[in-house]
Structure formats: C-alpha cells, structure tokens
C-alpha cells in the first residue's frame, strides 16, 4: 500500500521506528488541498492549492501502527486519493502545534526535500486564527 505522509510521518528517522518495513519512494503533490495545523498537522480541501507530501510504501503491519499513532478513527480517519492513503484530521479549528512537533515535520520536509514556504504558511495561519 502507499501511504501519503504530510505530517510527523515525514520524518524518516522517526518513521524507523514506527514502521521499520517503511519505504520512502519519492514526494508528490496533492491538488486542491491545503496544509493546517489543529495543535497537530492535517490537510483540508482548497481548491487552488496544493499540499507537498512523502509517500512510502507500507505493509499491513506498519498501516496497523500507523492508526494506533494517528488516533484512528476518532482523531484521524483514512481516506484514498490518487496517490495512495491519507489520514485526515475528523475536527475542525486551527491551532498552533508545540515546538517539538513542528521541529519534527520540519526535518521531515529536510528528509523528502520538499518545499518548506508551505509549512511556514500553515504555521503562520495557525497562530493568524
């Protein structure tokens, strides 16, 4: 299975130890959706936008570590797009995350390469709610 990561789950290091059997396979785009935070990381329909992700190939073992990590399915439902699996926050609302979260997905946009002025923008409008 391919697992689109947004969040936390962009940070390799930390993925090795959630999911050991986890490949990361490249990064991708997500049309028409944008990225927030909520004190944690989730995506939202925007049309015009567009969210930079990883993607990983998954076993069965690692989606099972994955729900209990992502709150499934009260915090995060999963839902498939294009490119594979998403977790998607079940709340509304904005908020600013903690530090140390925020430092995680920021070396998880290091690891993938991906282009950090998006990160920026979803902190920036958190703290602008």
């Known amino acids: 299975m391919i697992y ?3 969040g936390a789950n962009l940070n390799k290091s930390n993925m090795r130890h959630r999911c050991p059997k986890a490949v990361s396979i ?3 785009k997500i049309k028409n959706y944008k990225l927030i935070f909520n004190n944690v990381a989730s995506i939202v ?3 015009g936008s567009h969210v930079e992700v990883g993607l990983w190939k998954i076993t ?3 989606e099972k570590s ?5 709150g499934y399915p009260s915090l995060y439902r999963k839902e498939n797009l294009e490119q594979g699996m998403v977790y998607i926050m079940n709340h509304d609302g904005m908020a600013v995350p903690n530090e140390s979260y925020f430092d995680t997905i920021a070396q998880g946009y290091r690891d993938f390469e991906l282009d950090r002025s998006y990160l920026d923008k979803a902190l920036m ?3 602008d709610y």
């Open 66 to 70: 994955l729900d209990r990590f992502e």
């Open 4 to 6: 689109i990561a947004y």
């Open 45 to 47: 329909k925007s049309p």
């Open 125 to 127: 409008e958190a703290y």
């Open 60 to 62: 069965n073992i690692c």
């Open 26 to 28: 490249g990064s991708s």
